[in-house]
């Protein structure tokens, strides 16, 4: 770790197949966490290169517990995090709406490191079971039409990182990949990334792959559709910026979407929204999400699909997918 270290510390970068072998060995318990920090550290300080990420992401890959839902193409809604704007819960609300819609959702997911409360500590407040079990992921996809991938259970090789995160509480190179790993390699994506210079680097590296996906960021340093500015999309097909009045809305001020100062405070907004008890401006952000999503596994235009999210968000339906989760929990 001295040598790479060092390099990086002089501004090299590291090749891909280096990348993946620093993680790889860290994984394995090769370094202390003093060393692990320090490489952190590093990357809090200049950019990640684009076959650095692309090492990493494959290290990740190859280590995870794999998941696998047969050939029903699946989606997943995440954001990288660390944009700063402690947001509630805005991309796993959308979730359980898309979920609602028919499509079925694997969503990735952490406890918050540099936030208040990250999807993995509202889910778990709302009573909501973690498992790896394949069985159990099954039968919460078939009953309810989602489940619950909670990062952790299915990359136990970090556990050596996880510590160190925490203490550091702050955004590091794991947030840029979080969204990259989901162990049941989703057919569909929506991510949203925290700055426009990430967004670059996961398109060039989607464009690679065989998803169809959509990739955000908001023009007011947001990680999904906030509304509050335009956000940039870019898509297997197309780049373009979605504003309020491309959903028909009209913008909202940030205070409005803020997430409050607790996981009790986020999982009580988490809750209101869902039983149809949001404000305005809150299921607008949420339906804005979900229909962006909706339109990527669909191929339906915004407007259909944001019709379709609000029509089912007020309705009660992703509610319904919220309890039947709750239930398969408790069993």
């Known amino acids: 770790m001295k040598d790479i270290l060092d390099r990086l510390i002089h501004q090299e970068q590291l090749s891909k197949a280096e990348a993946k072998d620093v993680l790889l060995r860290i994984s394995n318990s090769e370094f202390n966490n003093i060393q692990i920090s320090s490489f952190l550290t590093v990357f809090m300080m200049r950019s990640i290169s684009v076959e650095e990420l692309e090492g990493f992401r494959d290290a990740l890959l190859e280590l995870c517990i794999p998941v696998d839902f047969g050939d029903t193409p699946v989606m997943d809604l995440c954001g990288t995090g660390g944009d700063g704007q402690n947001t509630f819960n805005v991309s796993t609300a959308a979730s359980f709406v898309v979920a609602a819609s028919g499509v079925q959702v694997a969503k990735h997911g952490n406890y918050g490191v540099s936030s208040v409360s990250g999807s993995s500590n509202v889910l778990e407040a709302m009573g909501v079971k973690f498992s790896n079990e394949q069985g159990f992921l099954d039968k919460t996809m078939e009953k309810a039409n989602i489940a619950i991938l909670h990062a952790p ?179």
């Open 153 to 331: 259970l299915f990359h136990p090789a970090m556990k050596n990182v996880a510590p160190i995160r925490k203490s550091l509480a702050l955004k590091t190179f794991f947030n840029m990949l979080g969204p990259m790993v989901n162990p049941a390699k989703p057919s569909y994506q929506l991510v949203g990334v925290y700055d426009l210079e990430l967004l670059r680097k996961y398109h060039y590296l989607y464009q690679k792959s065989n998803k169809t996906y959509c990739i955000l960021h908001d023009l007011n340093h947001y990680d999904e559709i906030s509304l509050t500015a335009k956000t940039k999309c870019v898509t297997n097909a197309q780049e373009l910026y979605l504003s309020a009045k491309d959903f028909g809305v009209h913008p909202v001020m940030k205070e409005e979407i803020y997430g409050g100062d607790t996981v009790e405070s986020a999982a009580d907004i988490f809750h209101q929204i869902l039983s149809g008890q949001g404000t305005i401006a809150q299921d607008n952000v949420v339906c804005a999400n979900a229909a962006t999503a909706i339109s990527t596994a669909k191929n339906t235009t915004i407007a259909e699909a944001f019709l379709e999210a609000k029509t089912l968000l007020k309705g009660g339906k992703a509610l319904e997918v919220l309890n039947q989760l709750q239930t398969i929990s408790q069993k």
